[in-house]
């Protein structure tokens, strides 16, 4: 039976429970089913005469909207005046307006911007195949709708790298697909802002990357895929170039001089993983930084440069080498290899970029939006849809009607899939108008069409172009769509009075009209008896409608009960696990402020080291090791204390957001409660127990703001969601908290480890030199003893030898007294006067001795007061390094925190 609201997700978990859970047993993976079915598809359509190569154009769009609604007029953007009509439209925004208010409605229904690009494009037969939101980051995916069946295995991730990647402002979503069997996936990025930001902007990109899986085996990460588009605020600057040559560049349109100052350039010449992106030339004004509602630059106070910050570059996968190479390499084919090496060989695919350039029309941002044609060119894996599906019949609400469908290929199939009725121009596979379970838990593969009825009240009175679609849960898409055909209005929606056909009884028979007349007697009767027997039909058939529809409403309302049963269990789950989460945090903020506080007594200690070192005599105060260690000790300690208080904020703030999520869980679970005891209170009632004032005040129409049950369901989906976001949040911070606590804790405890030992060297080489200078000065002063008494030992020889020189001088005086005669130069004379002579010499050389004696003494003094000197400067340094300092620095013992 069609079903005439769009059911739950808790809807369908009540009534398929136990179906899934047969399912979960019985089957594999639909991922490994779904690449069996492409590889079968691909063996009975391509190889079997359809290897002739397609063509399909991709329109892509990436635009900074700095948080804008959308214009309303998009026409430029999509070039929808084209001869060439795109097949595949990829649209990314960034800075999408994320307020909370705003945020928390397109949680629930579409934004503003989705719902302008679905309106445009749904009449012109595009769809809606894949969207994802993180916070201003928006990535949509649309197709023709003749290539929905066609795009399989649709599936959406996202990377959030703002604020210690905790933050989604910066970051990444991604679509991957399976295009006719080619894997397709598309990268909407906003990295870091700012000139001086180019590495990290590089580092980003590669953490989004490495970090972003998808459950596929045939592709489980983004360089896994045939084709990968990578586009968005990409932030990259033009470097060295000054405003006035930038802006005369642009001014004359030659472009290419700022090509080679283009930060993205520049980086893809270092980065391997940027040289295998391809972009087109940058032929068109750079597209930031404009004020708004104008084609001017920048001319607030800050004069932004201009920038090609808005980008579009793809990736086509390395072709895997040869098996000959592999061969020489002594490097054997492995699966994944050899399947990618036939693939590129039998189904190629190849990509050309008809159109890059910007649309200066648009001025509602201060950045202009950036496209990208086209032309895909691959071979077809599969060209047949899973599932074919037609309408029997004539459908109107005046009848049930019956859909046909079967299976055309085997593929993952379950209880969760359902068959669509949506009205010709659709906008995504939710927009349907009624939708039904399928028959079968397992699609055979065979012929057979199998039937499933429709009542007549699921379809649309008015009537109109129709198509039916076939939803896979398991693929996440639709893969088969129906011949559109027409539902014809309902005759009972006529808007005329009701004829009446009956006729007066003077008209019947005029001619006995002015007397009794036993016919019209007996009509009369005949007519009452037909009342009364249609009276009493009317009463039983009123009765047993009662009675059907107080047991339906007991079914809906005990249904409703379960419902509203199931998510106080979700929620009460969900709060158990955040008031935990926020009992773990507080506790781990404990131990970072106890961390934090015991950063104080070491940062003191080590500042008055400083300090006291400073006091050392000034030959001494050099910038020695220790100073170094004391130094980097003081910056390793503040940096840890610096790193503990971000730390405490941050706990602070996920505290803030846990207790958030716990509060509207609280909230939730109240008004779950309140329903529920509502909805059991009418479940409990009869027309025996009810007011009959209350019955005759009760106003049967729906209130104005009653919520369908999908936003209802939404509302506490959005809280478990947040709650489990905000778990996962905190379970990250507590993993990064504990390693930052464990870091902080060894790296402190090293440099005071090295400090210390800097301090024990010092001391060592102090004592050392002060040692050696000791032993100096007692070898000067007994070399000083020794100069005393050689200087003695001089005195006394020059005595002893000017004694001498008297007596040889008065014998030389003596001897001239002599006669005349007698006074002869014999020898004895000569002798005299040669020993006179002698003499004189040797006192000569012993006074000379006796003056350098002094010198020498003189200069031991200098030498003994100059050790004195330094042996007292090195006991000071030694006094403060190994008494005062060690004294301040005892208590100190760094614990793990």
């Not at 014809?488 to 009956?502: A, I, R």
């Amino acid at each position: 039976m069609l079903m005439s609201v769009r059911s739950s997700s808790l809807l369908k978990h009540q009534g398929k429970e136990k179906n899934n859970e047969d399912e979960s047993n019985q089957s594999v993976s639909g991922e490994e089913k779904m690449e069996e079915s492409e590889e079968q598809s691909a063996d009975s359509g391509m190889r079997t005469g359809n290897n002739e190569g397609h063509s399909f154009r991709l329109h892509m769009v990436t635009w900074n909207v700095a948080t804008v609604d959308p214009p309303n007029d998009v026409t430029s953007l999509l070039q929808l005046n084209s001869p060439e009509s795109p097949d595949l439209y990829v649209i990314g925004l960034q800075e999408v307006y994320s307020g909370p208010l705003r945020f928390m409605s397109d949680t629930v229904y579409n934004d503003a911007w989705s719902l302008q690009f679905m309106c445009t494009l749904g009449p012109l037969d595009y769809v809606k195949v894949s969207s994802i939101r993180m916070q201003g980051l928006l990535l949509l995916v649309f197709s023709k709708l003749e290539h929905v069946p066609f795009i399989r295995d649709i599936q959406a991730s996202y990377t959030r790298t703002g604020i210690y990647r905790y933050w989604g402002n910066k970051g990444g979503v991604s679509v991957r697909l399976s295009f006719y069997g080619h894997t397709l996936c598309f990268l909407n990025c906003h990295l870091a802002a700012h000139m001086k930001y180019a590495t990290e902007r590089v580092d980003e990109f590669e953490y989004i990357m490495d970090t972003q899986t998808f459950d596929c085996k045939k592709a489980p990460r983004i360089v896994d895929h045939r084709l990968v588009f990578w586009f968005g605020d990409l932030n990259f600057r033009i470097e060295d170039h000054g405003m006035h040559f930038v802006r005369s560049c642009i001014n004359n349109q030659t472009y290419s001089l700022l090509w080679s100052k283009d930060q993205l350039t520049m980086m893809k010449k270092k980065e391997q993983i940027l040289q295998e992106f391809e972009e087109g030339p940058l032929d068109f004004q750079p597209t930031y930084k404009f004020d708004l509602n104008s084609d001017n630059y920048d001319s607030s106070g800050k004069k932004r440069k201009p920038a090609w910050t808005d980008r579009i570059l793809w990736r086509l996968r390395p072709k895997a080498p040869p098996p000959d190479e592999q061969e020489k390499n002594s490097v054997g084919l492995d699966a994944k290899t050899a399947m990618q090496l036939e693939e590129e060989e039998e189904y190629p695919l190849k990509i050309r970029q008809d159109s890059y350039t910007n649309i200066m029309e648009y001025s509602i941002s201060d950045h202009k939006p950036v496209i990208g044609v086209f032309t895909l060119e691959l071979k077809k894996m599969y060209s047949t849809p899973l599932v074919r599906l037609q309408a029997e019949g004539d459908w109107s609400a005046d009848m049930d009607a019956m859909v046909l469908y079967s299976p055309l290929q085997p593929f993952p199939s379950s209880t969760w899939d359902w068959i669509g009725l949506y009205k010709v121009g659709f906008t995504s596979a939710s927009d349907y108008i009624t939708y039904m379970w399928v028959k079968d838990d397992e699609v055979a593969f065979n012929e057979e069409d199998i039937k499933v009825y429709v009542g007549k009240e699921e379809i649309p009175v008015r009537g109109g172009e129709c198509v039916l679609c076939y939803y896979s849960s398991n693929l996440q898409c639709i893969i088969g769509i129906s011949e559109s055909f027409k539902v014809h209005e309902s005759k009972n929606n006529s808007d005329g009075p009701p004829v009446d056909t009956t006729m007066s009884i003077s008209e019947r028979n005029p001619q006995q009209a002015g007397g009794p007349n036993l016919v019209n007697i007996e009509f009369m009767r005949n007519h009452s008896e037909l009342f009364r027997a249609e009276c009493s039909r009317l009463i039983m058939e009123s009765n047993k409608a009662c009675k059907r529809m107080q047991n339906n409403d007991n079914k809906q309302l005990d249904q409703r009960v379960r419902d509203i049963q199931f998510l106080k269990n979700e929620l009460e789950l969900k709060l158990e696990e955040i008031i935990l989460e926020i009992d773990n945090l507080i506790s781990l903020q404990s131990r970072v402020g106890n961390a934090l506080e015991a950063t104080r007594e070491p940062l003191r200690v080590t500042v008055l080291c400083l300090e006291e070192r400073m006091k050392r005599p000034a030959p001494e105060r050099l910038h020695d090791e220790v100073d170094r260690e004391l130094l980097k000790e003081r910056e390793v300690i503040e940096g840890v204390a610096s790193l503990l208080q971000r730390v405490v904020e941050q706990i602070t703030e996920q505290i803030r957001l846990n207790r958030s999520a716990k509060y509207r869980l609280e909230q939730d679970l109240k008004e779950k409660f309140e329903a529920q005891c509502i909805d059991n209170s009418c479940a409990l009632m009869t027309t025996h127990s009810i007011n009959n004032q209350m019955s005759k005040n009760t106003n049967a129409a729906l209130p104005s703001l009653a919520v369908t049950p999908k936003q209802w369901e939404n509302i506490s989906d959005i809280n478990i969601a947040k709650a489990e976001q905000q778990k996962i949040n905190s379970l990250s911070l507590q993993a990064l908290v504990e390693s930052v606590l464990g870091q902080t804790a060894a790296d402190m405890k090293k440099q005071v480890q090295a400090t210390t030992s800097a301090f024990q060297l010092n001391i060592q080489e102090i004592k050392s030199a002060k040692s050696q200078m000791e032993d100096q000065l007692a070898k000067i002063l007994l070399e000083f003893a020794s100069q005393q008494r050689i200087k003695q030992d001089l005195q006394v020889a020059i005595t002893e030898n000017e004694h001498a020189l008297s007596l040889a001088q008065a014998r030389l005086v003596l001897r001239r007294k002599r006669p005349t005669k007698e006074q002869c130069h014999d020898s004895a004379h000569f002798q005299l006067f040669a020993e006179v002579q002698q003499i004189t010499a040797h006192i000569s050389k012993l006074q000379g001795a006796v003056v350098q004696s002094d010198e020498q003494h003189r200069a031991l003094v200098r030498c003994q007061l100059e050790l004195q000197e330094n042996i007292e400067i090195k006991a000071s340094s030694l006094y403060i390094d190994e008494v005062i300092c060690a004294q301040h620095r005892e208590p100190i013992i760094i614990h793990n925190f």
